[in-house]
């Protein structure tokens, strides 16, 4: 066998490789430049190298098949062949959805694993690529982590990688190295079969597929339809939903992964997924999903377009967890939100007497609560749900979830399954408003001057009026959270304003934009009667949407006078 050589590359560092909410994510271009992106992975491998041992260590591989996927993993592989990595697991042509790779983390024992994927970003040359690491627990890499491999690459003057190592992305099985003595393995799997593994062991398929067949106590077969937006999940529906619960082949759309995700958003909302919207709409399909790029994210619609928001998602797969056999098998511990999230679930945590949790946003605040046994289900406004059956969010694992909670109320809709929750707990009127790729400078002086706003103490009890609706200041802050297990603090989370009706405005700066800042306007209130619940959430929430725009006088800083995305 050819002994390889470690090569040493001087380099300079790059202003900015500063990790964002969930790993770092730029344009291709700017990870195309010269050595960027070899600077960030060595960044990544010398953090990991400070604080566990490296050699011989096993880490997964794979990313969302966007463009430029395959050059980073090519970069990655030899970059850890140069640093005595024993083995990578990677997935066939360089694809793993973000749950496979968290799965893959804990199955293997894995040091941690190297995720390529800019999340619900477009794809393409000219669009968005994106690289983060995730620990050996399967979830993203903490704070304290991640500025580590931001120092790293301030300083970097060199890195060291196996010029020559040639992985063979496409051909499955173990292809063996020496490098300077020492041997380096590379195993190209099957992206789809562990993960579905996973959900067998997880769900009841033999009930669903009855629901979906529409036998047993079902009156007629249930009507699914996905949309993968072309991202990464196109095969793990193909051969979960249709080859193993027997679904359509027809029901598996937009299933072939593309580099550029067609040229669209693969952002399961109703703004970027309205395609699905559609089809939903012509009363055909009972149950709708779509997914996102890298198959973390989820939307649930039912039959004629019923919209479920993230939250009340959350909500019901909370109160309905008992018809979910993982959680019937490992007990309910605690639930969790991120804060911007509506407090649909605070109700169905404290009727059923559990430990709860509020978070910043970022999956990787919930990772410790699992670890420490405290949490089972979270989920977040921006389209994610999961438990801990791995620590990321998971769009596959939501959707079976919910045609398990169908296959347990024979007869019974999306839209009577939360119609019911309503009533029983009342409705949670949430919207999302962003300003995307604004000027850095007008949204930071927005912030600041809301942040100057909500430390005067004379806020509270300050009164706001929006037509005949006034609100009046309870509370007002910028959330800050100290992990009740390791005791870190998170400060500077957003800013939220609490009237004394119990509605809420939350303001963030987005820390998964590739370009400019994304402003986030997040509102939400809390309605017990039943007819105002029908009505429709941006009539109810217009007056208050208004109040927000007055206290932070976005137009003013930003020039924007319209939000680009309304969720
Ligand atoms: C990531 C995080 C999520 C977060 C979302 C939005 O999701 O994992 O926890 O809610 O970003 O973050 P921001 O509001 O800062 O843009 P994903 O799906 O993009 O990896």
Not at 90 to 114: E, Y
Not at 202 to 224: C, M, S, W, Y
Not at 259 to 273: K, M, S
Not at 331 to 360: C, N, Q, W, Y
Request: net charge negative; glycine share 10%; hydrophobic share 35%.
């Amino acid at each position: 066998m050819e002994v390889l050589q470690i090569n040493t590359i001087a380099t300079e560092p790059y202003q900015g490789q500063k990790p964002g909410t969930s790993g770092l994510r730029k344009t291709v271009k700017e990870f195309q430049k010269p050595n960027y992106t070899e600077n960030f992975v060595q960044s990544i491998i010398s953090t990991v190298a400070a604080s566990a041992k490296l050699d011989g260590a096993l880490l997964i591989v794979g990313g969302d098949g966007r463009y430029y996927c395959q050059d980073a993993v090519r970069i990655i592989a030899k970059i850890c062949a140069a640093h005595k990595v024993g083995k990578l697991i990677i997935g066939q042509n360089g694809i793993f959805s973000t749950p496979a790779v968290s799965n893959l983390i804990r199955k293997t024992k894995a040091l941690g694993g190297i995720i390529l994927t800019a999340s619900h970003n477009p794809g393409g040359p000219n669009a968005d690529f994106g690289i983060k690491y995730n620990i050996s627990n399967g979830g993203p890499a903490p704070d304290g982590f991640t500025n580590k491999i931001y120092e790293y690459t301030k300083t970097i003057r060199a890195y060291n990688m196996v010029n020559n190592l040639n992985v063979e992305l496409e051909r499955l099985g173990t292809q063996k190295f020496l490098v300077e003595g020492l041997p380096f393995e590379v195993e190209i799997i099957d992206s789809v079969a562990d993960y579905a593994a996973l959900m067998r062991e997880l769900f009841d398929f033999n009930k669903i597929r009855e629901l979906l067949q529409g036998t047993g106590p079902h009156p007629a077969p249930f009507q699914v339809f996905f949309d993968s937006l072309h991202g990464v999940t196109g095969p793990y529906v193909r051969r979960i939903f249709c080859m193993e619960l027997s679904a359509p082949e027809s029901s598996a759309s937009n299933a072939e992964p593309l580099p550029d995700f067609g040229g669209e958003h693969p952002d399961p909302n109703l703004t970027y997924a309205h395609k699905l919207v559609e089809k939903m709409k012509e009363g055909i399909y009972d149950f709708g999903a779509a997914f996102d790029g890298d198959g973390d994210r989820n939307m649930i619609l039912g039959k004629n377009g019923f919209f479920v928001t993230p939250s009340d998602s959350l909500a019901v797969l909370a109160a309905n967890a008992h018809f979910i056999p993982y959680f019937q098998k490992n007990g309910l511990k605690g639930f969790a939100r991120s804060m911007p999230t509506a407090g649909a679930i605070d109700r169905v945590s404290e009727s059923m007497a559990k430990e709860f949790f509020e978070v910043p946003t970022g999956w990787k605040y919930f990772g410790n609560l699992m670890d420490a046994g405290r949490l089972s289900l979270c989920g977040e406004e921006s389209f994610g749900t999961g438990s801990d059956h791995i620590r990321e969010k998971d769009g596959v694992w939501t959707a079976i979830a919910w045609l398990s909670i169908l296959a347990n109320k024979p007869g019974e809709s999306v839209e009577s399954i939360v119609v019911d929750h309503w009533t029983k707990f009342g409705r949670n009127f949430f919207t999302r408003y962003d300003y995307e790729n604004c000027e850095d400078a007008g949204a930071k002086a927005m912030m600041d001057h809301l942040n100057a706003l909500v430390k005067d103490p004379a806020l509270t009890g300050k009164s706001y009026a929006d037509g005949d609706k006034t609100f009046t200041v309870a509370k007002a802050d910028n959330f800050s959270y100290k992990d009740p297990v390791d005791g870190s603090v998170s400060e500077n989370q957003g800013i939220r304003v609490v009237f004394k009706d119990g509605s809420r405005i939350v303001f963030r700066i987005s820390g998964t934009g590739s370009t400019g800042s994304t402003i986030r306007l997040y509102g939400d209130c809390y309605e017990p009667d039943q007819v105002k619940q029908k009505m429709d959430a941006g009539f109810i929430l217009k007056p208050l949407i208004n109040v927000a725009l007055a206290m932070s006088k976005l137009t003013h800083f930003t020039g924007r006078d319209a939000p680009t995305v309304i969720t």
